[in-house]
């Protein structure tokens, strides 16, 4: 009797039925050569067990672990806000514009923990390109096709979009403990700022979002060339693919 | 709701879970040892495969309604992770370029010392040498432990495709591995 590798794979994998596995073992007990067959399958099994398990046992990275934890809530962003405060008795302090990586590129590889040259980046949302940090994956997606005024449950949170002075569109975006500003070139996302939230003994998760996007918010009006564009304008501009007509 | 009342007003998103939900998440975190195991296979590098997980969870996150409670979540993680890796880590990853066997491997332990480096290059060149397509099969199979009906679910091919891949990739792995097999 005649057994194909399908067949006989498929008896070592325990995926026969009772009938079919019997037949098998007939023709195992007459050809000494199907049973080492099926010997090396099992022992290829324990072999590549032997070199994959011990990722069960090794610790979690927190930066997965991370994400699922439950976060803070919403909060509503106000650009007018903003700029009450900033002309109003309490200006925002100067002190967090030291933390902007104000277009370098090195200063922001190492707020983002990016590593030139490798293929996989943390988060997989940041690439490197001709000296220019642009975004990728999830942030690049969300960058793209997310309207602010619809995010419910989305990781990356679009704070604003505005157009730039220099005729860009631009949004303003959180991800996770990075908060930053890209702007639309070609078919990519610049990262013209990006910020990661260090955490400050002194400051609640939940006060350091806050700052981290009332900063956001802040520079964006410093680039703005008017207002935020509304849900409208927003829409429109997404449909137009982020391009200028 | 009129939108455009306010031309400066923004309402981020709401997040309406957190607590509700949880048990979404702590099936999730109960994955996870599970979840890196294949995605060091898919990548064939530790560290990729975590940025892999960490697609998948954010992917899973966002398409939480999608999920129908009541269904095995192990195989919906999966088949999020495998669409992600075929459909935009892969191909990054060739476009780049910056991929080489030598310097892929799982170096589990160490932080990626020598030693363990060359003590596992055995089953992580063998495994390099198989088509993304073989690799993805004898993962889900043979290291995840899915059957067959399974492990053609979560990759979207019938179980004879399946088995024809199984097959083809456990005999170039005995090849390249030899008698130790």
Same mark, same amino acid.
């Given at each position: ?19 079919d !596995? ?6 195992? %007990? ?7 067959? *099926?010997?090396? =399958? ?7 067990? %032997? =070199?994959?398990d ?45 933390r ?10 190492? !707020? ?11 988060? #997989? ?20 096709? /997310? ?7 989305? +990781? *990356?949170?679009i704070?604003?979009?505005?157009e730039?002075?220099?005729?860009r569109? @631009? ?11 890209? @702007?639309?070139? #070609?078919? +990519? ?5 990006t /910020? ?12 350091? %979002? ?30 137009? +693919?982020?391009?200028?007509? | ?16 879970h ?38 998948? $969870?954010?992917r ?8 129908? &409670?009541?269904?095995r ?11 992600i890796?075929?459909? &935009?880590v ?24 020598? &030693? ?16 993304? &397509?073989?690799?993805?099969? $004898? ?19 019938p ?16 090849v ?6």
């Open positions: 009797m005649t057994i194909d590798p399908e067949t006989l794979a498929a008896y070592a994998d325990g995926e026969l039925s009772p009938a !596995a019997a037949k098998v073992e007939e023709a195992i %007990a007459a050809q000494p050569d199907l049973a080492k067959q *099926v010997e090396a =399958h099992r022992a290829l099994r324990a072999q590549l067990s %032997a =070199h994959f011990p990722i069960l046992d090794a610790p979690v990275p927190d930066r997965l672990a991370d994400l699922l934890r439950p976060r803070e809530s919403a909060q509503v962003i106000d650009l007018a806000a903003v700029r009450r405060t900033r002309e109003g008795e309490l200006p925002v302090t100067k002190a967090p514009r030291t902007w990586a104000m277009g370098g590129a090195l200063a922001a590889s190492l !707020a983002l923990g990016l590593v030139v040259g490798r293929v996989a980046i943390p988060g #997989g949302s940041v690439a490197s390109e001709n000296g220019q940090l642009v975004a990728r994956g999830e942030l690049a997606n969300a960058l793209t096709t /997310q309207l602010a005024s619809a995010q419910d449950g989305k +990781d *990356v949170r704070l604003l979009s505005f730039a002075k220099d005729g569109y @631009c949004r303003g975006y959180e991800q996770g403990a990075t908060a930053g500003i890209a @702007c639309r070139e #070609g078919s +990519d996302w610049q990262l013209v700022r /910020q990661s939230g260090v955490p400050s003994k002194s400051q609640s998760p939940y006060a350091q %979002a806050s700052s981290q996007t009332a900063e956001i918010m802040t520079a964006a009006q410093d680039m703005a060339a008017g207002n935020a564009l509304d849900a409208t304008a927003e829409r429109a501009a997404r449909n137009g +693919d982020w391009t200028r007509h | 709701m009129d939108e455009t009342r306010d031309a400066n007003r923004f309402i981020p998103g709401k997040r309406r957190s607590f509700l939900s949880s048990q979404f998440e702590q099936g999730i975190v109960a994955l996870l040892p599970r979840l890196r195991r294949f995605a060091a296979g898919l990548s064939r590098d530790l560290a990729a495969g975590d940025d892999l997980c960490q697609m998948t $969870i954010e899973a996150l966002k398409s939480r309604d999608q999920w129908a &409670e009541g269904t979540l192990d195989s919906w993680m999966y088949r999020i992770m495998r669409n890796w075929i459909d &935009e892969r191909s990054r990853a060739r476009r780049d370029k910056t991929f080489t066997v030598e310097e892929a491997g799982l170096s589990i332990g160490t932080d990626g010392g020598q &030693e363990s480096r060359v003590e596992l290059s055995n089953v992580d060149r063998a495994m390099a040498g198989l088509s993304d &397509e073989q690799r993805e099969a $004898i993962m889900l199979v043979m290291v995840e432990g899915y059957g067959y009906q399974e492990a053609a679910d979560i990759i979207g091919c179980v004879g495709t399946l088995t024809s891949r199984l097959v083809r990739g456990r005999d170039a792995l005995q390249m591995l030899g008698d130790a097999a």
